[in-house]
C-alpha cells in the first residue's frame, strides 16, 4: 500500500494502525508468545454481523498488543476510539494454587477491578499450560484444570468463556495447535464482540451528537471529529468502505448546511468558513491524514478550501485503498465545481484568480495522485476519466493567463505583475511531499506565471509551438461541425482558425476563412464588414511584381455572393464569331439583405435567362447529410468521325462519384480546386480562356454591384459552357468553381453568301414569282457578309453575258440588314464585259440587300432541221411550267472575299408557246399561229406580225403576201392562246417552203384591281341652285381609298408599300381642263396622304369657275402616285427592245403583277408627268396609275351651267 | 429550471436549440455539441449491457463549474440535452426526469404532426412553449 511508505509523524499514527489489545500479568509469558500470537491472528477471517441491519462482512482481524496500564483505559467523556483499548487481556502460567492464591489472584482482581471502574467489560484470561521448566515443582502442582476453574470461579461468573487455556504453545503439537485455535477464535469473537458494543455505543452518542445540530452552540468541526474517530476505526479495521461512507455523510452534511446558508437558513458556525480566502495552495493527497488541515479544523480554524481539501483528501486515499482511483477524477471534479459554487454562494471574498490558482493545482494533483498508483497502460486506457481534470485545469491556467496580462501582446502590466504577485504568495510554500520533484504542479504553476515565456511553454503548447497543428485540430473540429450543421460552433472555430492562420501568415487560407465569415450569417453586420474589410484589404494591397499569378488569392464565391442569375444578350446565346455577347450576371450579396442584381428588371423566364434557384438544402439539415454536393450534370454528344453526323446524345452526370457516394460521418467533402476563369467548349474544340472584365464597387457597405463585363468570346466556333465564374478583385478572385445548371452559349462562323431570290424569308409569305424572260426584272441579290466585314470600295465584278445584260441603272440603294440607317447608294457601273457594283461598307454578320434589274433575252428559235420545217412547224419549246425552267442564265461574280467567282443561276420562264399550222380552205392558204401564254400573267401583244424570214428578194418580190386575216387580239390572258391567221396569197407558185418569222411585242397587262375611287360634285354658290358662268362654284372631290387590295394580290398603290418603308401613301390629284371650259381658280393640285391600309377617304375643295354656260363636261380630275425621292427607280436603257418585242418601256406602264412588291415600282416608268427625271439624282416623280386603278365617278358628268345673267347679249349671228 | 434545451437529430445535428441568455449562445451550442460525445459513450455502454431495455434517462452527462448537464436519448435516438445551472441546487434528479419527459411527449406531438418533415428543424409553438415553460422558470 501506498501510505505504508510515508507514515506521518502524527501521534495516532505512530501506533500501529490496529486494535488496541492490551496485556496484563505474566508479561514474559506473553513476550514470549506474542509473535505466534500476533501472525496467527489475522490468518482467519472472521465473520462481523453488524447492527441496525448492515450487512455481516467477513474480516481480518490484526490487534495491537500492549502492555496495560492504567492510563490506556479510557477516561470518562473521551471520545476517542483510535487510543481505545478493545480487549483486555490477562496472562498467566500459574499451575500453582498456593501461587495462585498468594499472587495471581489479587493481581487479576486489581486489574479486574481497574476494568471495572472504566466500564470496560472486554476481557480476557488466558492461562498457559505446559511450561515444562515450570513443572519442576511437583509438589505444589495441581490439574491445570483446577486453576482455571478456580479462575472462573473467582472471576468469571457465568462467563466461563472469558478464560481460555492455551496448551503447550510452543510445541509443534497437535494439542498445542487445537488450543491456540480455540484461543484465536475466543479472541477474535471477543475482539468483534468489543468492536460491536463500543462502535455501537459510539455511533449512538455521534447520532445523538448529530441530532443536536439544530442547537446553539453545535459545531460542525466538533461532529466532524467524533464521525472522523468512526471512519478512522474502521480504516483501522479496513474497513474503507464503511470509513469512505463516514467521510460521505459528514461530506454530505456539509453541503446540506452550505446550501441552507445560500437558502438563508445560516448556521453559527458556518461563519468560520465565510472567512476569506488567503491560501490557495491546492489539494495535498500524498498524505493519509493531513494534519495540519486536520488541526485546523478541530480549532475551528479551517476555510472552506481547507475543509473540503482535507475531506477530499481523505475520501482520495480510501478511494485508492478501494482501487477505484477513476473514481478519484470524477469525484475530484465535482468537488472543484462544488467548491466554486460554494464559495461563491457563501459569498466568500477571494482573490481574483485565487480560485483559478486553486483549481489549477488541484487538477495536477489528482492527477498525479493517480498517475502515481496506475501504470500507463491503465491511464491510457481511461483516460476519459482523467480528460475532464485537464480540460478543467486548461481552461483555468488560460484564464490565469488572460487574468495576468500574460497572453496579451504587450505583455503583462504592472497591475498584471502585482496580481501575479498575490496569487504566488496565496501559494505559499512548496510541500515537503512534492518538493523533490521537478515538476510538481506548484511548481508548474509559479513557472508558468512567473514569465510570459514560460506561460507560453506550459499553456501555449496547444497554440503557438504547434500553431499548425492547432489549425489542424480546428480543421478537424470544423469539419465535424459543418458535416453535423452546428452553424455557430462552425462560425467560431473558422474565427479561431482565421486567427490561427493569420498567426502562421498564411494569408490565402486567412483570406478564404474571412471570406466565408463575411458571409456568415451568425455574426453581426459589424463583424461581418470587418471580415469583409479584410478581403477587400488584401484585394487593395498592390500586387507583388514579378509574382503576380501566385499573389492572387482564390476564394469560393459561394461564401462572399450567390450567383442569381445569367442572362444572354442576344438571348439566344447563341452569336457568330466575332460578334459581342453580353452575359450579365446577377448576384446577391450574401452581406446583407439588399441585393444588387444586374438585370433584376426583367422578369423571370425570358429567353436567354437563366435564373438560379438558390441551393436550399432543407434549412438547418447539412447539406452533407441531406443530399450530398449537386449533382452536375452535363450533355454529352457522340459524333462519328466521318461526317459529323450525331450519333448518340445523353446526359452525364459528372460528379457521379461523390454523389453516389455514401455519406458516412467525417469523411470531408474536398472542395476540388479546378482551374478557374475559363469556359471550355464542349467536344473537340479546344479549351480557350475567356477573360471576364469585371469591376466591382462597394454600394452603401454591404452591396457589390457587378458590372455587366463584354464578354470577349473566342473566334473559335462552337459550344461554350460557363463552368466557372470567377470574379477579380484587384488581388483576390472570387471564382464560384461550378455553375449548375449548365449554361451554355454557341458561338458559330458563316462564310460570305451571295444569293438571289428567293430569299428564304420571302418564299415562306409570298408565293414566289419566276422571272420572266424578255421583260426587264428586278433580281434581289441578298449579300449575308457572315465573317466578312465590306470595306468601303468593295465591289462586286458580274461578268457580263450576252443572254442577259444588266440594266444599270443609277439610283440604286441597297440595304443593309440591322442598320436603321435606311438604304445606302449603290453604284452600278457597266462597261462592256464587267458590270461592277461597288457595295456600301457592311459590318460581319449583316444582310446586304440590293436589287438589280436584267433582262433575259428570249432566246430566238432555233435553227430548224429541213425536215421540221413545214410539217410540224412547232417551235420546239419545252413545256411551259416553272418547274422546268427554259433558261438558265448564269452569272459569274467576282466577289472580294474570295479568289474564286461565285456562280449564280438564274432561271427564266419564256411566258410564250407557239405553234404554228397551215390550213387550207379551197385554194386559199392559212397560216394560223397560236401563241399560247404559259405565265401567270397577262400580257397584252401589239404588233403581231408574221414575215418571211429571208425578207423581199433580191428580185424584189415578194414569194408569198401575208395577209392578217383573223381578228387581232391583243389581250393574252393567262393561260389562254390567242390564234392569229394570216392568208398566205402568192403571186407565183406556192413556194415548197416558206420561212416565216413571227414576232409580236408584248407587254404585261397592266394591273386593273380598282384601288381608288374619285367622286366629283359641282357646288353651286351659296343660295343657288345652279352654276353660273362666269362666277366661282366649287368642286368638292372625294377621293377615296376602297379596302384592301384581295389576298393575294400585291399592293400597288403606289408610294407606299412597306418595301421601301413608308407609313403610307400618298396621291397626287390634279383638277385641269382641256377644253377651257372650265377655269380653276386657286390650287389645282395637290398631295393627299393616307395611312397604310385600310379604307379610306379625302375631301378636297377647289373653286373652279364655268367660262360657259350650258351643259358643261366636268373639268378632269387626274389622280397619280406620287413616289418620294428616295424610292428605287430604273431608267430603261433604250436597248430593252427586244427582237420580238416592240413594246417601248418609255410610255407603258409595266403590270405590277408579276414579281414580288420590291419591283413594284422599279417597273413603273417613268416621266408621265412634266417633270423628266434627273439621271443619277433621286427627286420625287409622279406615275399614272395602270388604267381600272382609279375609278372616276362623275367620269363624263356634265353639270347645268347658267348664263351669267338674264340680260345678257345673245349674240346671234346670222347669216 | 434549465438555461438551455437541445434536440439533436439522430445524426447530431440540431434539432432545436434554445437558451435562456442568448448572449452567450455559442457557448450552449458547444456545451450541448460536446455532450453528444457522452451521450453516445453511454448509449454504446448501456447498450452493450442491457441490450434494448434501456433507460432513455442517460442523467448527468457532464459538469462544469458553471452548468450541468443532463441527457435523455429517444428510442430512435434522438437526444435531449438540458443544461442547468450549477448554482441551481434545488433542481434533484427527479425534477430533470420529470423534464425530460414532458419534453419527449411534446416532441412526440411535433413528430406526429403530418405537416412536420421528420429531420427538419423543430417549428411548432406548442413545443416552444413547452421549452419556454422549462426555461422560464429559471429566470
Redesign the interface.
Known amino acids: 500500500m501506498d501510505s505504508a511508505e510515508e507514515k506521518p509523524a502524527a501521534v495516532i499514527y505512530a501506533m500501529e494502525n490496529k486494535p488496541i489489545v492490551t496485556c496484563a500479568g505474566d508479561q514474559a509469558l506473553f513476550t514470549s508468545l506474542y509473535t505466534s500470537l500476533a501472525q496467527q491472528l489475522p490468518r482467519e477471517p472472521m465473520e462481523w454481523r453488524r447492527t441496525y441491519g448492515r450487512a455481516p462482512k467477513m474480516i481480518h482481524l490484526e490487534a495491537n498488543f500492549v502492555q496495560f496500564k492504567e492510563e490506556l483505559l479510557p477516561k470518562d467523556g473521551t471520545k476517542a476510539l483510535l487510543t481505545f483499548p478493545f480487549l483486555h487481556i490477562y496472562w498467566t502460567d500459574c499451575c500453582d494454587s498456593e501461587a495462585y492464591r498468594s499472587s495471581v489472584k489479587e493481581d487479576v482482581s486489581r486489574w479486574q477491578s481497574s476494568l471495572r471502574s472504566h466500564g470496560s467489560a472486554d476481557w480476557l484470561i488466558i492461562v498457559v499450560d505446559g511450561g515444562d521448566a515450570r513443572k519442576k515443582n511437583k509438589s505444589n502442582i495441581l490439574p491445570r484444570s483446577s486453576i482455571v476453574d478456580k479462575i472462573r470461579g473467582d472471576f468469571c461468573n457465568k462467563q466461563n468463556d472469558r478464560c481460555v487455556v492455551l496448551s503447550d504453545p510452543l510445541k509443534d503439537s497437535s494439542r498445542s495447535q487445537e488450543s491456540w485455535n480455540s484461543l484465536l477464535l475466543k479472541l477474535r469473537t471477543l475482539l468483534l464482540m468489543s468492536f460491536t458494543k463500543n462502535l455501537g455505543r459510539f455511533e449512538d452518542d455521534m447520532r445523538t451528537l448529530r441530532e443536536k445540530r439544530t442547537q446553539p452552540g453545535w459545531s460542525f468541526c466538533e461532529y466532524f471529529m467524533v464521525q472522523e474517530e468512526l471512519a478512522f476505526v474502521f480504516e483501522m479495521l479496513q474497513q474503507f468502505e464503511d470509513a469512505l461512507v463516514q467521510y460521505d455523510e459528514l461530506d454530505a452534511l456539509f453541503t446540506q448546511y452550505v446550501l441552507n446558508f445560500g437558502a438563508g437558513d445560516a448556521a453559527k458556525w458556518l461563519g468560520s468558513f465565510c472567512s476569506p480566502v488567503l491560501n490557495w495552495s491546492g489539494l495535498l493527497l500524498r498524505r493519509p491524514i493531513d494534519m495540519e488541515k486536520r488541526n485546523a479544523i478541530q480549532r475551528g480554524s479551517a476555510s472552506l478550501l481547507d475543509m473540503r481539501s482535507y475531506l477530499f483528501s481523505r475520501q482520495c486515499t480510501l478511494l485508492i485503498f478501494l482501487q477505484r482511483p477513476w473514481e478519484v477524477t470524477h469525484r475530484a471534479l465535482e468537488l472543484l465545481h462544488n467548491c466554486v459554487q460554494e464559495l461563491r454562494l457563501l459569498e466568500v471574498p477571494v482573490l481574483e484568480g485565487a480560485l483559478d490558482c486553486w483549481v489549477f493545482l488541484s487538477c495536477l494533483e489528482v492527477l498525479h495522485r493517480i498517475e502515481s498508483c496506475c501504470d500507463r497502460a491503465q491511464l491510457a486506457a481511461n483516460s476519459s476519466h482523467t480528460v475532464g481534470l485537464w480540460a478543467y485545469a486548461t481552461d483555468k491556467l488560460k484564464s490565469l493567463g488572460q487574468l495576468c496580462g500574460l497572453v496579451s501582446r504587450t505583455g503583462p502590466t504592472s497591475e498584471d505583475l502585482n496580481r501575479t504577485v498575490d496569487l504566488l504568495a496565496g501559494l505559499g510554500d512548496e510541500r515537503p511531499e512534492t518538493g523533490r520533484w521537478s515538476t510538481s504542479p506548484y511548481k508548474k504553476l509559479k513557472e508558468a506565471l512567473s514569465s510570459v515565456e514560460a506561460f507560453e511553454r506550459h499553456y501555449l503548447v496547444s497554440w503557438t509551438l504547434a500553431a499548425r497543428q492547432a489549425e489542424a485540430l480546428l480543421a478537424e473540429a470544423l469539419r465535424s461541425y459543418v458535416c453535423e450543421g452546428w452553424s455557430f460552433p462552425v462560425t467560431h472555430t473558422r474565427k479561431q482558425m482565421g486567427e490561427c492562420q493569420k498567426l502562421l501568415g498564411r494569408s490565402v487560407d486567412s483570406l478564404q476563412t474571412s471570406a466565408l465569415l463575411a458571409g456568415d450569417t451568425n455574426l453581426t453586420t459589424e463583424e461581418r464588414t470587418r471580415f469583409c474589410g479584410d478581403v477587400l484589404n488584401y484585394a487593395g494591397e498592390p500586387v507583388e511584381q514579378g509574382g503576380a499569378a501566385s499573389a492572387k488569392a482564390s476564394l469560393d464565391m459561394g461564401a462572399f455572393a450567390r450567383l442569381t442569375r445569367i442572362r444572354f444578350r442576344p438571348d439566344g446565346a447563341t452569336v457568330h464569331s466575332g460578334a459581342a455577347l453580353q452575359v450579365s450576371f446577377g448576384f446577391t450579396w450574401k452581406n446583407g439583405k439588399q441585393h444588387a442584381s444586374k438585370g433584376g428588371a426583367q422578369g423571370r423566364g425570358l429567353p436567354g435567362t437563366v435564373d438560379f434557384e438558390a441551393a436550399v438544402s432543407p434549412a438547418g439539415r447539412p447539406a452533407s447529410l441531406s443530399a450530398g454536393p449537386p449533382p452536375e450534370m452535363d450533355e454529352a454528344h457522340d459524333r462519328s468521325p466521318s461526317d459529323d453526323s450525331l450519333s448518340s446524345a445523353g446526359v452525364v452526370c459528372k460528379n457521379a462519384h461523390l454523389v453516389i457516394r455514401r455519406h458516412d460521418s467525417g469523411s470531408p467533402q474536398d472542395a476540388p480546386r479546378t482551374p478557374r476563369g475559363h469556359a471550355a467548349p464542349i467536344g473537340a474544340a479546344p479549351a480557350t480562356p475567356v477573360a471576364l472584365k469585371e469591376g466591382a464597387r462597394m454600394l452603401t457597405g454591404r452591396r457589390i454591384a457587378l458590372e455587366p463585363g463584354d464578354n470577349s468570346v473566342s473566334d473559335e466556333p462552337g459550344t461554350y459552357t460557363l463552368r466557372q465564374l470567377s470574379v477579380t478583385l484587384g488581388n483576390v478572385n472570387f471564382v464560384l468553381p461550378h455553375i449548375y445548371p449548365s449554361v451554355q452559349y454557341h458561338v458559330y462562323s458563316q462564310e460570305p453568301q451571295l444569293t438571289v431570290p428567293p430569299p428564304p424569308h420571302l418564299l415562306l409569305s409570298v408565293p414566289s414569282e419566276p422571272l420572266l424572260a424578255g421583260l426587264p426584272q428586278t433580281v434581289k441579290f441578298t449579300l449575308l457578309t457572315g465573317h466578312y466585314a465590306v470595306r468601303k470600295g468593295d465591289a462586286l465584278q458580274l461578268s457580263n453575258s450576252d443572254g442577259m445584260p444588266v440594266l444599270a441603272n443609277a439610283g440604286c440603294t441597297a440595304r443593309i440588314s440591322n442598320s436603321g440607317a435606311g438604304t445606302h447608294a449603290l453604284s452600278v457601273q457597266s462597261s462592256d464585259k464587267v458590270t461592277s457594283i461597288s457595295l456600301p461598307p457592311a459590318p460581319p454578320y449583316h444582310a446586304l440587300e440590293f436589287h438589280l434589274e436584267v433582262l433575259c433575252l428570249i432566246p430566238s428559235g432555233p435553227e430548224r432541221t429541213a425536215d421540221e420545217r413545214l410539217t410540224n412547224g412547232e417551235v420546239r419549246h419545252r413545256p411551259r411550267s416553272y418547274s422546268h425552267p427554259d433558261t438558265a442564265m448564269s452569272m459569274s461574280i467576282d466577289c472580294p472575299w474570295s479568289i474564286y467567282s461565285t456562280l449564280l443561276t438564274l432561271t427564266f420562264h419564256i411566258p410564250f408557246k407557239t405553234e404554228h399550222s397551215l390550213l387550207s380552205a379551197g385554194n386559199r392558204k392559212f397560216i394560223r399561229v397560236c401563241v399560247h401564254n404559259v405565265s401567270d400573267s397577262d400580257f397584252t401583244l401589239a404588233h403581231v406580225k408574221l414575215a418571211e424570214k429571208n425578207g423581199p428578194r433580191q428580185d424584189g418580190r415578194r414569194r408569198a403576201s401575208l395577209e392578217m386575216r383573223s381578228l387581232n387580239a391583243t389581250l393574252l390572258c393567262s393561260k389562254r392562246s390567242v390564234h392569229c391567221l394570216w392568208e398566205a396569197t402568192c403571186k407565183e407558185d406556192l413556194p415548197s417552203s416558206l420561212e416565216c418569222v413571227f414576232s409580236a411585242s408584248f407587254c404585261p397587262l397592266p394591273a386593273s384591281h380598282t384601288l381608288y375611287s374619285v367622286r366629283a360634285n359641282m357646288l353651286p354658290l351659296a343660295g343657288e341652285r345652279h352654276c353660273r358662268s362666269g362666277s366661282l362654284c366649287g368642286l368638292e372631290v372625294v377621293i377615296a381609298r376602297l379596302a384592301e387590295p384581295a389576298e393575294g394580290q400585291p399592293d400597288v398603290d403606289g408610294g407606299g408599300t412597306d418595301a421601301d418603308g413608308l407609313g403610307g401613301s400618298k396621291v397626287l390629284y390634279e383638277v385641269a381642263d382641256s377644253s377651257s371650259n372650265w377655269a380653276v381658280c386657286g390650287r389645282s393640285s395637290g398631295l393627299v396622304s393616307m395611312p397604310s391600309s385600310g379604307s379610306w377617304a379625302h375631301k378636297v375643295h377647289i373653286e373652279v369657275m364655268p367660262l360657259f354656260a350650258g351643259h358643261l363636261p366636268f373639268p378632269k380630275i387626274k389622280v397619280l402616285k406620287y413616289l418620294p425621292h428616295n424610292v428605287n427607280t430604273i431608267q430603261p436603257d433604250a436597248d430593252s427592245q427586244v427582237e420580238n418585242d416592240s413594246l417601248s418601256l418609255l410610255d407603258k406602264t409595266l403590270d405590277d403583277a408579276t414579281a414580288d412588291t420590291a419591283s413594284v415600282r422599279s417597273r413603273g416608268s417613268v416621266q408621265s408627268l412634266g417633270e423628266q427625271q434627273h439621271r443619277g439624282v433621286a427627286l420625287p416623280r409622279l406615275d399614272p396609275f395602270s388604267p381600272g386603278q382609279v375609278f372616276n365617278h362623275s367620269h363624263a358628268r356634265q353639270v347645268l351651267v347658267l348664263p351669267a345673267n338674264d340680260d345678257h347679249i345673245v349674240e346671234v349671228h346670222a347669216t | 429550471m434549465a438555461v438551455c434545451i437541445a434536440v439533436i437529430a439522430k445524426?447530431?445535428?440540431?434539432?432545436y436549440i434554445r437558451s435562456v441568455p442568448t448572449q452567450n449562445?455559442?457557448k450552449f451550442?458547444?456545451t450541448v455539441?460536446t455532450s453528444l460525445d457522452v451521450v453516445e459513450?453511454k448509449i454504446s455502454a448501456v447498450g452493450k449491457s442491457l441490450g434494448d431495455q434501456r433507460e432513455l434517462y442517460l442523467g448527468l452527462l457532464?459538469?462544469?463549474?458553471d452548468y450541468k448537464v443532463y441527457g435523455y436519448v429517444t428510442n430512435s435516438k434522438v437526444k435531449f440535452v438540458i443544461v442547468v445551472d450549477?448554482?441551481n441546487?434545488s433542481l434533484r434528479d427527479n425534477e430533470i426526469r420529470s423534464m425530460f419527459r414532458k419534453l419527449h411527449n411534446s416532441f412526440t406531438d411535433v413528430m406526429c404532426n403530418p405537416f412536420h418533415?421528420p429531420?427538419?428543424?423543430i417549428q411548432s409553438k406548442a413545443f416552444d412553449e413547452v421549452v419556454s415553460g422549462m426555461l422560464a422558470q429559471s429566470t
Do not use: A, F, R, V
Open positions: 445524426e447530431n445535428y440540431p434539432l449562445e455559442l451550442h458547444y455539441h459513450e457532464y459538469p462544469t463549474e450549477s448554482s441546487t418533415t429531420g427538419n428543424p
